[in-house]
């Protein structure tokens, strides 16, 4: 987890550092004509070059500077909420994956370090409780990614849309304007700017999907090696080994181990072994 905190720490650094270096380039430029008539003087002052194209309703060379103010503090805060946006979704996403990464592992291991002693010890308190655990575990980030996706969704859709008209109306005017090179410069960074938010905000949703989808192929590999559990329609018979499986999950927790078909869809697909002994089988029976 501390990975991918770094990896997270990282990328909303990168991320950030990119966007307030290309506004303020992207600003900057509008200053190249003011600068090169005091270094470079013509007999009469060079065009200005607006920060965007807008109507103030003044005149825009004798009012250049206080108009160019208001665009760096209307520009900041817009970028900021941007990028506070794009960072938190960022960070949740890395730490959702973290989870996911972190629940494989404890089945591997599990397996792996353990193989013989599940397969001659089938009603070890230890690894009832260490499956439930990791369940438990891989549930709750299950709930946290929808819980991400439901919040973030709509503002990712406003976004994508925001993001595409803009695109086409800057490349629209390329074509179609006699842009002079700083212009052009401007407006080739505005495009290359929206290109990376793209492709950044599906990127994580990317490795989200990836890592969900890895934890899900890792938890099969506890079958092959005999882990069942007995039926919790077994509980009332006599056997107290079934009693003993049944209250290992409830110590966990008993509102949501106990109770699988109260798992959300994702996970009950994800575990592949089934609470009913019968279902799966005892090593080296044949699966019905």
Known sequence: MERYAKNSRRYSLGYSLYYYFGVYTFISLSLIPQVLDVVLPLNESRPILPIYPGYYFVDERKYFFC????????????????????????????????????????????????????????????????????VYTHRKALKFAQLIGDTFSLTLTIQLALNTIMISITLL???????????????????????????????????LIDHSLQTRDKI?????????????????DDDNDDEEHVGDFDDVDEEHIGDFDAFPPGSSQYLAFSLNGDELGRPGDKRR
């Open 67 to 134: 108009i160019f103010s208001h665009a760096i503090m209307a520009w900041e805060i817009a970028v900021t909420v941007i990028l506070s946006h794009d960072c938190m979704l960022l960070t949740y996403i890395e730490h959702i994956c973290s989870i996911f990464t972190l629940v494989g592992f404890r089945f591997e291991r599990l397996i792996y370090n353990n193989t013989m002693k599940m397969l001659h010890s089938r009603t070890s308190d230890m690894y009832c409780k260490q499956i439930a655990f990791s």
């Open 220 to 236: 099969p590999n506890v079958i092959p090696y005999g882990l069942y559990f007995d039926g919790i329609d077994d509980v009332d």
């Open 173 to 207: 005017q390329v074509t179609q304007q006699h842009a002079g090179i700083l212009e052009l410069i401007r407006y080739m960074m505005y495009v290359i700017g929206q290109l990376i938010h793209l492709f950044c905000l599906s990127f994580e949703g990317q490795k």
